[in-house]
């Protein structure tokens, strides 16, 4: 089963993979493709995805940080994130797609 979903405008400017993150209880995405930015690295496997460099959620607001890396389908969340799951490595959920209920 996928871990991300990929999220792209039809004229294939802007490309986002997009996971549930379990310390935050939400959604993150990784850009891949954007004019503003040269984006993520992308091993292209939904299953066991690896991106880099690390992803910074928050950055300039502490009590909400989320810093980690992702890789084989791995979430390694780095110790300044807020939540309880900083300092450690955790499998990425499988996406079951958007949850208004998830946030």
């Known amino acids: 089963m996928p871990k991300v979903s990929r999220q792209a405008d039809d004229a294939g400017i802007h ?12 959604y993150h ?19 066991k995805p690896t991106f880099s460099p690390s992803l910074l959620v928050w950055g300039s607001r502490p009590e ?12 390694q969340f780095l110790s300044d994130c807020h939540h309880e799951l900083a300092g450690k490595t955790v499998e990425c959920p499988e996406w079951e797609g958007f949850d208004k209920e998830k946030g």
């Open 29 to 47: 995405a990784f850009t891949t493709k954007s004019p503003k930015t040269s984006g993520w690295t992308f091993n292209g496997d939904v299953e």
């Open 64 to 75: 909400e940080r989320c810093h980690l890396f992702m890789k084989d389908g791995k979430i």
């Open 15 to 26: 490309e986002q993979y997009w996971f549930w993150c379990p310390g935050c209880k939400g």
